[in-house]
C-alpha cells in the first residue's frame, strides 16, 4: 500500500512538474561529480581541472543516467503524454478537413447523447430547486386490488396529518385551471392549484413579494386570497410592485393578491397560482370526495424506508377500523419526482425503455466514431513511413498507440466540449417545443444547465469515441505486417497500407444509410412543406373561420348538497353563457354564422366503433369517426345534404336517435348501398349491452378532401344540444376580418362570463399546426442525422480516394508518362469507389423507396408511390453528385501528377 | 589497491539498501558507504547508482529530502523506510542463503559426492 502510495506521489510529481524533477537531478548528479573530483583533489594531488575530467568519467553518462533516472522515476509516460497532446493539437491543425468533419460528428453525437441522459434524468429523477430537496416526498394510495392510485383521499389525508411522525411537513393540492381576471377585464387561464399552505413552508422558498400562503388562510371563513406566480405578475400585471393587496378575480370569485413568488418557483410542477386548499372537516367521506395529491418533507435524520414504515403501520390501523373501503390500501411513500413518475406500473417500464434508449446513441457515437476511424485510418497511412521508422528505431507498439489515441483524445475532447454546448441548446429547444405544443410551461425543476452527471457522461463518451477513434486505425496500421512495409518505406516493393474489405463495408453502409436517411428526410419535409402533412384538406374557406374550445369549470358540490340539483344549476349557467354568447357573438359586425361541435372539421376526432343493421356478419364492426354538431353545422361550414334531410331543431331534443352520416361512410363502410334509414348502434361489449339505434337521417358532402380516406375516415355526425357539451367548440364565420374577430371573441367571453375557459383560440386554417409541430421535432432530428451521415460518406469516399491516388502516385505517374489517356487512368484509379458508391445507392435506395413509398400517403395529401420514387431519385442524384464531387478533387490530383516527379522518387 | 570484482546484476539495490540502513546519506555518500563496507572490492558505476535510487524511491523502499551537505551544499538525502527495513531483512537472507550455498558447491570435492 505504502509502495504504491509512493509510486502515485512520484507519478503525480512527474506529471506536475518534470521540469523541476529533471534539474533536481542534474543537480543531484553534478554534486556527486564535484564530490568526487574534491576526493581525488585531496587523495591523488590532482589539480582542478584533471580531478573533475576523471569524475565525470569514473560517473558515466550524465545524460544516459539522467534518461534512466526518469524511466525509474516513471514519468516518462507523462512526458510522452504531454507531447502527445502537443502532437495532438498539431494534427488538428494539419489536417483541417479531418478536423472539422471529425469535430462535427462527434460533437453531435456526444451532445445528443448527453443531452438525452439530462433530459430523461430532469424528466423522471429531477431535483427541486429547494434548501432541503432530497428530503421533499410524495406519498401514492395504492390500490393494491385494482392496481391503480386511489386519489379521492382527503380522508387518509385528514388521518395522516395528525398522526405522521417522521415527515414534518405534509400538505394536499389539487388542480384548479382558472380564468385570471385582472381590472381590465382581460380573462386568460392560468394553471392554478389549491394548495396547503405547508408546501411553502416545505418549500422554503421567500416570496418576491407579500407572503406566501398560511395556515390561517385554509379556515373556512377565511378571506379568499391568492399567491401568484412570477410570469403572471410579469406577463398579467405589468412586474407593479404595488400588486399587493389588490383584487383579481379567480373564476368568478375575487381574490386579494397577498403574495408573488419568484421565478423559480412553480410547486408542485407547473403552476403559476396558489390558493388555500380547505380541508377543515375532521370527517370525510372514505374514498370519495375530491381528488387531492399528497407530498411531505421527511424531518430530519429520518430515511425514506423510515418514513414508509410508519406510513405503513398508521394505513394497517386505518385499513383494520374500515375494512370495507380500505383493506387494499397501501400507501407509498417516494422522492417527490420519483413519486410523480410512478403512479402506474407501466411508467416504471417507460423508465426503463427511456434510460435503454441511450444505446441509441451510443450507437450513432460509435458508428460516427468508426467513420472518423476510417479517416484517421487514411491519414495514418500517409504517416507510414513515420510510424515504420519509429518502430525500427525501438518505440513499442504500445508507445506508438499511445500517440494515436492521444491525437484521438484531443479532437474528442473538444468534440465533447462542443457537444456540452450543443447539448445546452438542444435542451432549450426540446423545452421550447414541449412548451408549444402543451401551451404549458415545462415542470419548473427543469433546468437548462447540465448536471455534473451529464458532464462526467460527456468525458466517459468522449474517452469512448478516442478508443475507437484512435487505437483501432493505430492497432491496424502498427500490426504485423510493419516489416514489410518499412521494406517498402525504404524503397522495398511490398505493398504498404491497404484500405481493406471492412473499410469498403463501411463506405457502402454509409452511402447506404445517408441514402436511407436523406430519402426520410425528403419525403416528410415534402409532406410539411409542400403537401401539408397533417393538414386535411377541407372543403370550405378555413381561414375565414374562428375557432375556440370553451370550458365551464365545475366547483366541487358543497358538502351535503343535492346532486341533482346542483347538476340542475351548472347546466342552466352553461346554457345562459353559451346562448348570450352566441347571440352576442353574431351581432357583431362581419359575422354571418355561429356554430358549436365536439370536433371542427380536419380535427383528429374521436374514434368509436359501430355496429351496422343488416351487415351479414354482427361481429364486424367498422371503426369511425364520430363527432356531435348544432343543427346549423353543415351550413355553416357550407357541406351541403346530398341525401335524406338536415338536422333540425327538434333533433337536438334528448332521445332523438338520429344521425348524418359523409359520403366516405357510404362508400367505405355501406360500400356504396342507400344510407337513409339504416341503423347503427354502439355495439355490445364487456358484458355492458348494446347502445340504442341510432337512424341515418341524411348524407353530407365530406368536410375534408383526401383521395385516400379508409372506413376509419368517415364521419357519423350526431346533434347535441349546447349545453350537453362542455367543453364545446364554438366557430365563427367572419369573412371579412377573422384576425380582429380573434381578439374580440376574448372580450366578449371575459364580458359574459369570466369563469369561463378559453383555450386553442384560432382561425381554423390552423387546426392541424399543433400536429406539425411534432412532425417539424421529428424532421429536425432526422435532418440532423442525415446531415452526418452525408458528411462522414462524402468524407469516407474522399479520404478513400486521396488515398488511393497517395498509393499509386508512381504507377500513374509512369503510366502518364507513357502517354495513356487520362480518362483511362481516372477510371481504373477510381473504378473501385465508383462501384462502392453505386452499391451503396442501390443497398439504401431500395429500403429507401420501401418506406418512402408506405410513409408518403400517410403523410403527404395526395402522395404515392410516385411521390417516393421522384424522392428516392432526387436523393440517389444529389448523393451521386456529392459523392461525384469527393472523388473529383483526387482525382484531378492524379492528373496533375508530374511523371519525372515520380519517376525521380520511385 | 585491491583488485575489484564486478557487481552481480541485481546486488546494488541490496547494497544500497544497506549502506543507507546505516544512516542518513546523500547519494555520493552512498557510493563511499558502499567503498567503505565492502572494502573497496566491488566496482560500482557511479552514475548507475542514481537510477537504483530513483527505482528503490519509487518503490518506497527509501526515501529523499532535501537538505545541506558538511561543505554547505545542497544535496538530497536518502533513508530507509519501514518497508525498506523489511526488505533488506528479506533480501539479506536470502541472498546469505544463496552465497552459503554457493560456497558449499563450489567447495564440494569429489570424495563428498
Known sequence: MRSLLARLRSYWHGLRKPAQLDADMSDEMRFHIEMEAQRLMATHGLDRDEARRRAAIAFGGVEKYRGAGR??????????????MKLGVRMLRKYPGLTAVALFALSLAIGAGAAYLEFVNDLLHGKLPFPHADRIVGIINWDQQAGVPESRSTFDFVAWKGTLASLDEIGAYRDVSRNLVTDSGHAELVRGAEISASAFRLAGVPPLLGRPLIEDDERAAAPPVVVLGHDVWVNRLGSDPAVIGRTVRVGNAPHTIVGIMPESFGFPISHSMWIPLKLNDVNYPRRAGATIRIFGRLAPGVELAAAQSELTAVSLRIAADYPDTHRYLHPVVDDYVTSLWSSQQENRLQQIVMYAANFFFLGLLALCGANIATLVFARTATRDVEISLRTALGASRARIAGQLFAEALVLSAIAAAIGLLVATNALQ??????????????????????????????????????????????????????????????????????????????????????????????????????????????????????????????????????????????RARLRAFQSEFAERLAAEPGVTAVTYATHFPAMQLGEVELELDGRERPGDVPYVQTSRVAANFFETFQAPIIAGRAFSAADLAPGQNVAIVDQTFVRQALGGQDPIGRRLRQPARNGEAAGPWIEIVGVVRDLTVDINKRTYDSVVYRPAAAETLNPIRIAVHAKNNPAAMLSRLRVIASEVDASMRLDMLMTLDKVSAIDRVALDFFLRILAGIGGVALVLATAGVYALMSFTVARRTSEIGIRLALGANPRRIVLSTFGRALLQITAGLVAGGIPAFALAASLAHEISAGGGPLLAMWVCAGVAVFMAIVTGLACAIPASRALRIQPMDTLKTT | MAKSAEL??????????????????????????????????????????????????????????????????????????????????????????????????????????
Open chain 1, 71 to 84: 524511466d525509474a522515476l516513471g514519468f516518462t509516460w507523462a512526458r510522452g503524454l504531454s507531447t502527445d
Open chain 1, 429 to 570: 429547444w426540446v423545452r421550447h417545443t414541449v412548451t408549444v405544443a402543451q401551451g404549458n410551461r415545462m415542470m419548473f425543476w427543469w433546468n437548462d444547465r447540465l448536471s455534473p452527471g451529464t458532464y462526467v457522461y460527456a468525458a466517459i463518451l468522449a474517452v469512448g469515441a478516442a478508443v475507437i477513434v484512435g487505437v483501432i486505425p493505430a492497432l491496424k496500421a502498427t500490426g504485423p505486417k510493419l516489416q514489410q512495409r518499412l521494406k517498402h518505406a525504404t524503397g522495398g516493393s511490398a505493398a504498404g497500407l491497404k484500405f481493406g474489405g471492412v473499410w469498403t463495408g463501411v463506405i457502402v453502409t454509409q452511402v447506404g444509410v445517408t441514402v436511407l436517411f436523406l430519402a426520410i428526410v425528403g419525403i416528410m419535409a415534402w409532406g410539411i412543406y409542400f403537401g401539408n402533412a397533417g393538414d386535411r384538406e377541407v372543403n370550405y374557406p378555413s381561414s375565414e373561420y374562428v375557432g375556440v374550445r370553451l370550458t365551464l369549470d365545475r366547483d366541487p358540490p358543497a358538502t351535503g348538497a343535492d346532486a341533482v340539483v346542483d347538476d340542475e344549476r351548472f
Open chain 2, 8 to 113: 552481480l546484476p541485481g546486488t546494488l539495490d541490496l547494497l544500497i539498501l544497506k549502506a543507507v540502513s546505516l544512516g542518513e546519506l546523500h547519494g555520493y555518500g552512498v557510493l563511499l558507504r558502499i567503498e567503505q563496507i565492502t572494502g573497496g572490492s566491488l566496482q560500482v558505476q557511479q552514475g548507475a547508482l542514481y537510477p537504483a535510487l530513483y527505482r528503490l524511491e519509487q518503490q518506497g523502499l527509501i526515501e529523499s529530502e532535501w537538505g545541506v551537505s558538511d561543505n554547505n551544499r545542497r544535496a538530497k538525502y536518502y533513508k530507509l523506510t519501514t518497508l525498506g527495513r523489511a526488505r533488506l531483512k528479506d533480501e539479506s537472507a536470502s541472498w546469505n542463503r544463496l552465497a552459503d550455498a554457493m560456497a558449499a558447491a563450489l567447495r564440494a570435492t569429489s570424495q563428498e559426492i
